[in-house]
Structures are given as C-alpha cells and as structure tokens.
C-alpha cells in the first residue's frame, strides 16, 4: 500500500485488482477529529477500470484530493 499526503491529510492508496484482471481505484482518507483517527474510503466509478495499479492508485489520489477540498471548503458535508 502506497501512502502520500495532501493539505495535512494522509492518504493510502489501495486500489485493488478486479476479476478480469483491471485494477479499480480505492484510497483512504486519514482524518484526526479531537483526538480520534476517521478513516474515510474513497471508490472510483465501478465502471471505470485500469490497465496498471499505478494508473488506479494516481486516479484514487485524485478522488481524495478533491474530497479533502470539499472537507477544507465545506462543500462535502464535513468540516
């Protein structure tokens, strides 16, 4: 499992390999909320596969990218 941050936010990146042999985006959004560790899944589109896993993984960071741009903003119902 690959591991990168964004904005103070650690993300695992976990996209995992689907019968046929695609890979499907998954991630982790690890938050610290008063003292208490959330860990928040993030999904690609189930329709949307990939080749690599490196190609998965780099869709993943994206999807918690944008959700922790909603968190920072307010935009995704959590603040």
């Known amino acids: ?10 993300i695992e990146l976990d ?3 689907h019968k046929r042999g695609h890979w ?3 991630a982790t959004v690890v938050v610290e909320d008063g003292g208490r560790i959330k860990r928040i899944p993030i999904f690609g589109r189930r329709q949307a596969s990939f080749d690599t896993r490196g ?8 999807l918690a990218k944008l959700w ?4 920072i903003w307010g935009a995704n119902g959590h603040g």
């Open 24 to 26: 499907v985006a998954r």
């Open 68 to 71: 922790i741009e909603g968190k």
């Open 1 to 10: 499992m690959k591991k990168s941050t964004y904005k103070g936010h650690a």
């Open 15 to 17: 996209s995992h390999q």
């Open 55 to 62: 190609e998965a993984d780099g869709y993943a960071l994206e």
